[in-house]
Every structure is written in structure tokens, then in C-alpha cells.
């Protein structure tokens, strides 16, 4: 296995978004000698809020851009380390009402960022992978040998993403690790995505939008947990393998609706049942053996980790509202004009 020094620099791709901001936040903080650089296209999902406590960290670059752009990518990857590859369109919804967009970034945008690490003989390339890959399951769990049946323009572009990292280890030798994580839950998740949707709209005392039976089931990982696994597998994983990373706590989207009605203390009138998403996933669900063998579980429990989620949302409001009331594109313009030439 490569042992890493201490001064490695790491090029983070969508570090402005929710887990690569969580991501970037844990690294600077254990290692004090590593440089990060933050490569980040700002899309509606990018949001240098996420990153205001450390903006000002000297181990710490912002560059807008956009992984799709080749000449930007050739000269970024001069004199990098590591790449930890998060950038990509995220939300199932989205790719389904209109998938150009997640193929250009999530499937060619990862081939020009492998083409260049290669280029420039990056010593590890983290591919962010998803559980979504495999498609849903309906009893037991899926084993990083099982085969991909992604079922939705995201997961499908994601997949093609996945395995092209994996070709590139096969094929050229090139160092490169994947991860494919559950659901993640936390700080900085967009309010697009299930929980801070639903606990924003309860803040605002609206109701919730739960699609179709609300059976549907998920394995939720708290970002944290998810983040220090990242970090486990630079350092321990080994080159050309994938790995599994799940929360182990599944539950389905009408008892984890209740949950959050529960907390913020409203019955389910709350609830309004809205028409299904289109070929919407039944059940993930993830056997973690393989990075378990290695030595690492999740730290978190999922009550415990939703419970602290839930206040975070109730107390950032400012961090919420400027995205859910539609001036955030202004407010971004204002605030942050020295990052957007
Ligand atoms: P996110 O949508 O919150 O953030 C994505 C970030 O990528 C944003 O900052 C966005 O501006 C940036 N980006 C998008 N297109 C870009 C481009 N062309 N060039 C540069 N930057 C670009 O996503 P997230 O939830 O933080 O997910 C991060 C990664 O983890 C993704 O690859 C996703 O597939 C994977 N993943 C997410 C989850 C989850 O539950 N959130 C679970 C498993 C895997
Ligand atoms: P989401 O947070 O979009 O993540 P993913 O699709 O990647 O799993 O959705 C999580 C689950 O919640 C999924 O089964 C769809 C469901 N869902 C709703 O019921 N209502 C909503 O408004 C959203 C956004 C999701």
C-alpha cells in the first residue's frame, strides 16, 4: 500500500457542495499540513456558505470551475497528490425531469479529471460512487461484487462513471479507490433532498411531500460518518477495490416522515401524500463487511445523529432560507464576487 506523507496537497472536486464542504472541513482539522484544493462549478447545489469557518485557512484554495473544462483540470492537477472526485449532479428527481446535464458532468466530467490525474501521476484518485449503482433490492444486501442495475438517469450516469474510474485501474494500472455510500444525512444538505426538505417545510409550518405509499426504504449514514470513512480508505484501502459504506440504519421514508414529525411535535396531517417519482428505487441496502474487515463502523447513531441534524437545521436558518426563498443566485453575486471573475 502508497504510504502518504505528511504534506500531501488533495484536489477536491464539488467541495462547495454537502459532503465534499463536510469533507474538506474533517481534513483541515485532523491534518494540519495538508493543502486542499477545492475545485467547485458553484451550480444552484454549490454554496461557499458551506465553507465560511474556514475560508480563511491558508491550507485551504477555492477555484471556480468546472471539472468538464480541460485546460483548467490539466493545469489544477500540477503538483497534486490526491484527488477525492465529488463533483457531479446529485438529485434523482432532476434526472429525471431532464438528464443531459448528469451525463456531460457525472460521466464525461469524470473522465477528463482521470485523464489529467493520470497525465500528472496522481498517487490515489477517490472516486464518490453511490449505492444507487446497484439498483434497488428488495430482501439482503449488496456486496461490492454485485452487479450494477441502476435504474434512473442519475445512478445510470453515475454507474458509467463508476466503472470508467475502475477501467482506468484495470486498464492503465492508475490508482484509484471507489466508494459507494448510502443516503447521507447532516449539516449543509441541500433542500432539495429529503430530510432538510421536510424539516424546513415543518419549520415554515407547511406540509411534507411524501411520494407514493411511503414504504420506499433507505440506508441513512450520517455525513461525518461518511467523511471519516473517506479518509479511512485514502489511508487504508486498497488501490483498484471498491468499497461499501452504509449507515446500517434503514428505515422507510413514512416512519422516518414520523420521526421528523415527532420532533418538531406535529401529527401527520403534516404528511401530504404526493404522486410517486417516476421508476423510484424500492430499497437500498448495503453489506459493509469489507470496510468493516478493514476497521472502520460508523460513530454515530442514527437517532442520536438526526436528532443534532434536525437542530442544526432549526438553527441556520440563515444558512436555509436565502435557498428555499429563491434569492440565493442575488444574494451569491453579492456576497461572493471575488470568487465568481
Ligand atoms: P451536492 O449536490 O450537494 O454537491 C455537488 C457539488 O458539485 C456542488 O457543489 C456543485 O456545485 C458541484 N458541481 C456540480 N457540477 C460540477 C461541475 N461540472 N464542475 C465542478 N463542480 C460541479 O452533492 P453531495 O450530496 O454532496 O454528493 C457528493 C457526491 O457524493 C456525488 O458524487 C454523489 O453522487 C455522491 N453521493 C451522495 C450521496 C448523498 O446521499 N448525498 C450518497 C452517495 C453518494
Ligand atoms: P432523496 O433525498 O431525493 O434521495 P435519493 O433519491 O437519492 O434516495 O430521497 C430520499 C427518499 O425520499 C426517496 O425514496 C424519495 C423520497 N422523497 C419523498 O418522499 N419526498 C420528497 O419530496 C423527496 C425529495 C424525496
Redesign the pocket.
Known amino acids: 500500500m502508497l504510504r502518504l506523507g505528511v504534506n500531501m496537497k488533495i484536489l477536491v ?8 464542504s463536510n469533507f474538506i472541513r474533517l481534513i483541515l482539522k485532523k491534518y494540519s499540513e495538508y493543502k486542499i484544493v477545492n ?5 444552484y ?3 461557499l456558505d458551506n465553507l465560511r469557518d474556514i475560508e480563511k485557512n491558508t491550507n485551504y484554495t477555492f477555484v471556480k ?4 473544462d480541460k485546460s483548467l483540470i490539466e493545469k489544477l492537477m500540477k503538483g497534486i497528490d490526491i484527488v477525492v ?7 434523482v428527481d432532476r434526472s429525471i425531469k431532464e438528464s443531459g446535464i448528469f451525463i ?3 460521466i464525461k ?1 469524470t473522465y477528463i479529471l482521470l485523464q489529467a490525474a493520470k497525465k500528472n501521476n496522481v498517487k490515489k484518485f477517490i472516486h ?5 449503482v446497484y439498483g434497488e433490492i428488495y430482501k439482503g444486501s449488496f456486496k461490492e461484487t454485485d452487479s450494477l442495475n441502476p435504474r434512473n438517469p442519475y445512478s445510470a450516469a ?1 454507474a458509467g462513471a463508476d466503472r470508467l474510474a475502475y477501467s482506468f485501474f484495470c486498464t492503465y494500472n492508475f490508482p484509484v479507490i471507489i466508494t ?5 444525512f447532516g449539516p449543509f ?2 433542500p432539495e ?1 429529503v430530510i432538510p426538505l421536510f424539516v424546513t417545510n415543518l419549520l415554515d409550518g407547511k406540509k411534507v411531500p411524501l411520494y407514493g405509499n411511503g414504504l420506499n426504504v433507505r440506508d441513512w449514514i450520517y455525513v461525518i460518518d461518511n467523511c471519516e470513512a473517506i479518509d479511512f480508505l485514502i489511508n487504508n484501502g486498497k488501490i483498484g477495490e471498491v468499497y461499501n459504506i452504509g449507515g446500517g440504519s434503514e428505515i422507510s421514508n413514512i416512519d422516518l416522515t414520523k420521526l421528523i414529525l415527532n420532533f418538531f411535535k406535529k401529527d401527520e396531517s403534516f404528511i401530504e401524500y404526493v404522486k410517486d417519482r417516476l421508476g423510484h428505487d424500492r430499497r437500498y441496502s448495503l453489506d459493509c463487511d469489507k470496510i468493516k474487515v478493514l476497521g472502520w463502523k460508523p460513530r454515530f447513531s442514527f437517532d442520536e445523529a438526526m436528532k443534532s441534524t434536525m437542530v442544526w437545521y432549526k438553527n441556520n436558518e440563515w444558512w436555509w432560507r436565502k435557498i428555499k426563498s429563491g434569492e440565493f443566485r442575488k444574494y451569491y453575486q453579492e456576497h461572493y464576487k471575488k470568487h465568481m471573475e
Do not use: P
Not at 475545485?39 to 451550480?43: I, S
Not at 472526485?85 to 438529485?91: D, M, P, S, V, Y
Not at 459507494?180 to 447521507?184: A, L, P, T
Open positions: 472536486t464539488g467541495g462547495a457542495g454537502f459532503i465534499g475545485l467547485d462549478k458553484l451550480t447545489a454549490g454554496n470551475g468546472d471539472i468538464c472526485h465529488f463533483a457531479a449532479e446529485t438529485h456531460d458532468t457525472d466530467g464518490i460512487s453511490t449505492d444507487e453515475k459507494r455510500s448510502s443516503n447521507n444538505q441541500h433532498k
